[in-house]
């Protein structure tokens, strides 16, 4: 005789739907976390914000429909294009972004500018897959000296070779020497300059004479974009550099995604016909869109915006030497940073790391950055592009160091020893509250003010 298994009770499965209570509760969070963000003042280096115009074609009606190609390859067609797929003809967009593209080519010195990736990693990606063959080896930025962390494991996923730059410590930059002995040993395929604390302009003609006109040599400006297109700082393609690449939403002032831009027309449009075949499909329209307006913006900004960065930048420098701070800045180097971001040292507290411990507090006061490891210790990583935009300028620089240092120091009147120091951040959050609109940009009549 045989027995039956005894069969456990069913688990209990949670209902398909939820309350309506419960689903307003939620969106009561996200309204928490945007007010919240209101009163914050954003130093964080990698993060930066839209216009007002660009952030109504980010969410406009469009922002959900396909937009396939790019313009040039659209041209002329019906709205039938390749492989079947059938979408809009949007005539008004095809003319915004040849506009676009011209004055992109214009601010980078560019021949020819693909807006398509969907972020700075998938324009990397893309440059990667397209440009070099699996086995090719391809030197980058080590992570301790500032460069990207998934760049190495990018590399290696896709069946490439990684090897990091020599760098010098002293000068903050390649080790040219170095190199260029290593690249004699063992030639690359590609050098790709991804530096994520660009405190002075990396070596691009060395490089150019030390790799010779085989290797492809690509600069990743997700940092430094807006300065770039601005005329500071450097230009990458005029100094010989074969790509500029990265992110567009840091220095540069547009949406989250990437662009790609080329010395050589034949080689982009080859690029571009390739991406659209195989790494692309949907390039999310708003983002698109506002990216688009942001170019146009800063066609008409975009060196009174880079120099106001570098002035506040110079401002926030001098003000947080005055209130204690110290700076950390290549020993062969002349000032602390020649582009927007800064390094602040943080001493060590027992048992914890410092850099850490005192961004979690400057954080916590409404004042927005990161830390990360750099040069085997972890400091403050800082940026001016985001409050410059919102219109603050030297003599706001210096009242952020002054708030920056009570955050530092806050003794319990102010809060807790690691909690928020309540009354510095109702300090920040009214500095925050005074400067909630856009400059250089098309909001606002008054901004052309700011271009003279």
Avoid at 54 to 67: C, F, Q
Avoid at 132 to 161: C, D, K, Q
Avoid at 300 to 324: F, I, P
Wanted: include cysteine; hydrophobic fraction near 40%; glycine fraction near 10%.
């Amino acid at each position: 005789m045989t027995t039956s298994p005894a069969v456990a009770d069913p688990v209990p499965r949670p209902p398909r739907t939820r309350p309506r209570e419960h689903v307003a509760e939620l969106l009561g969070g996200i309204r928490a976390d945007e007010d919240r963000i209101a009163a914050t003042v954003n130093l964080a280096a990698f993060e930066n914000v839209l216009s007002r115009t660009a952030t109504a074609a980010l969410h406009g009606p469009l922002a959900n429909r396909y937009l396939i190609g790019y313009e040039r390859e659209r041209r002329g067609l019906d709205p039938l294009l390749r492989s079947g797929l059938l979408t809009a003809a949007y005539p008004g967009v095809d003319r915004l972004e040849r506009e676009a593209v011209r004055t992109a080519r214009a601010l980078l010195g560019a021949d020819w500018v693909d807006f398509r990736p969907l972020s700075g990693l998938h324009a990397t990606m893309s440059v990667f897959a397209l440009l070099t063959a699996p086995g090719a080896l391809v030197y980058s930025i080590a992570p301790e000296n500032g460069g990207h962390f998934a760049t190495r494991p990018l590399l290696e996923s896709m069946g490439r070779r990684s090897a990091y730059l020599p760098w010098s410590v002293e000068a903050g930059t390649v080790d040219m020497a170095g190199f260029s002995a290593l690249w004699r040993r063992d030639p690359g395929a590609m050098v790709f300059l991804d530096h994520g604390v660009p405190l002075v302009p990396l070596p691009v003609q060395d490089l150019r004479a030390a790799v010779g006109t085989r290797a492809l040599l690509v600069y990743d400006a997700s940092h430094t974009l807006g300065l770039v297109a601005g005329g500071a700082f450097q230009d990458p393609l005029g100094e010989g550099c074969d790509i500029v690449q990265g992110n567009t939403h840091k220095s540069f002032p547009g949406a989250h995604k990437g662009l790609v831009a080329f010395a050589d027309a034949g080689t982009g449009q080859d690029f571009s016909d390739r991406m659209g075949q195989a790494l692309i499909s949907s390039q999310q329209t708003g983002p698109t869109l506002a990216n688009y307006i942001t170019t146009l913006e800063m066609g008409v900004h975009a060196a009174a915006y880079a120099r106001q960065m570098l002035s506040n930048r110079e401002a926030l420098a001098t003000a947080l030497r005055e209130e204690g701070f110290s700076l950390f800045r290549p020993p062969d180097a002349a000032r602390e940073s020649q582009s927007h971001v800064l390094l602040l040292e943080a001493p060590d507290r027992p048992g914890r790391t410092g850099g850490y411990a005192l961004a979690g507090r400057l954080v916590r006061a409404g004042l927005a950055l990161n830390a990360r490891p750099v040069e085997g210790r972890v400091m403050l990583r800082l940026g001016v592009q985001e409050v410059t935009r919102r219109g603050m300028r030297e003599a706001e620089m210096a009242h952020l160091a002054e708030l920056m240092a009570r955050a530092a120091h806050a003794g319990p009147a102010d809060g807790t020893a690691d909690g928020p120091p309540g009354g510095v951040a109702a300090r920040v959050a009214a500095l925050a509250g005074s400067f909630s609109s856009v400059a250089y940009g098309f909001d606002d009549t008054d901004t052309t003010e700011m271009t003279r």
